[in-house]
T-cell receptor, first 115, second 113 residues
Framework: NAGVTQTPKFQVLKTGQSMTLQCAQD?????MSWYRQDPGMGLRLIHY???????DQGEVPNGYNVSRSTTEDFPLRLLSAAPSQTSVYFC??????????????FGPGTRLTVL | GDSVTQMEGPVTLSEEAFLTINCTYT??????LFWYVQYPGEGLQLLLK?????DKGSNKGFEATYRKETTSFHLEKGSVQVSDSAVYFC????????????FGTGTQLKVEL
C-alpha cells in the first residue's frame, strides 16, 4: 500500500493563479480531509469528506474548493491564490467517518508559496 | 470553543534525558486525545492515543495518561534518542464530531549527543 499520496511536493504560484493539489489514498478509507500547517498555529482543517459525493467545510475553508467523485481521490482547488495561502498542506484519511477514535493517516505534504 | 494548548518549543535535550511535553485541553464533553509526531520533511503519524479518562497510551517508549481532572495529556519518555528529534502535536476529537482533529501548535524537540 502506498498509503496517502500528495502531488506536487512543492509549488510556487503568482497571486491570482489557480491550481489543484492532488491527494489519493489506497486504503479504501471513507473519511478524507485537508489541513494547512502554519508556523505557531498547528494544523487547521480546511475541508473534509465523509464519503464519495459528500464534502463539508472545516475551520478555514475560504478560498478553497473540494470535490470527492471517488473514494480514492480528494483534490483541493485554490481558485485565485493569495499570499495568505502560503502554507504547507496535508491530506489525511481514516477508515470510519463516524468514529472519533480512529487513527488518521497523513500524506507527506505540499509546500505552497504564493508570491 | 474547543482548543489544545502545548508548551512552547523548541525543547533541546541531551541523549538519554527525560522528556516531558505538556498538553492541556478545553473541550465540551469527553474528547479522545492524541499525540502525533512529524519527523523532518515528512507528514504526521500517530504516536499514541487515549480515548477515555485514566487511559494510558504508549508507543516506542513514549507514554501519556488522559487526566480528566486536570484536562491534561502530557507526553513523557524516560530516555530520549537523537532519532526522537521531531515536532510533536497534541490533538483532540470530540464524540459525535467524527474525525475532525483540533491540534495544538506543536512542540519541536531536538535531541543532541
Amino acid at each position: 500500500n502506498a498509503g496517502v499520496t500528495q502531488t506536487p511536493k512543492f509549488q510556487v504560484l503568482k497571486t491570482g493563479q489557480s491550481m489543484t493539489l492532488q491527494c489519493a489514498q489506497d486504503m479504501n478509507h471513507e473519511y478524507m480531509s485537508w489541513y494547512r500547517q502554519d508556523p505557531g498555529m498547528g494544523l487547521r482543517l480546511i475541508h473534509y469528506s465523509v464519503g464519495a459525493g459528500i464534502t463539508d467545510q472545516g475551520e478555514v475553508p475560504n478560498g478553497y474548493n473540494v470535490s470527492r467523485s471517488t473514494t480514492e481521490d480528494f483534490p483541493l482547488r485554490l481558485l485565485s491564490a493569495a499570499p495568505s495561502q502560503t502554507s504547507v498542506y496535508f491530506c489525511a484519511s481514516s477508515q470510519r467517518p463516524e468514529s472519533s477514535t480512529d487513527t488518521q493517516y497523513f500524506g507527506p505534504g505540499t509546500r505552497l508559496t504564493v508570491l | 470553543g474547543d482548543s489544545v494548548t502545548q508548551m512552547e518549543g523548541p525543547v533541546t535535550l541531551s541523549e538519554e534525558a527525560f522528556l516531558t511535553i505538556n498538553c492541556t485541553y478545553t473541550a465540551t464533553g469527553y474528547p479522545s486525545l492524541f499525540w502525533y509526531v512529524q519527523y523532518p520533511g515528512e507528514g504526521l503519524q500517530l504516536l499514541l492515543k487515549a480515548t477515555k479518562a485514566d487511559d494510558k497510551g504508549s508507543n516506542k517508549g513514549f507514554e501519556a495518561t488522559y487526566r480528566k481532572e486536570t484536562t491534561s495529556f502530557h507526553l513523557e519518555k524516560g530516555s530520549v534518542q537523537v532519532s526522537d528529534s521531531a515536532v510533536y502535536f497534541c490533538a483532540l476529537t470530540l464524540p459525535g464530531g467524527g474525525n475532525k482533529l483540533t491540534f495544538g501548535t506543536g512542540t519541536q524537540l531536538k535531541v543532541e549527543l
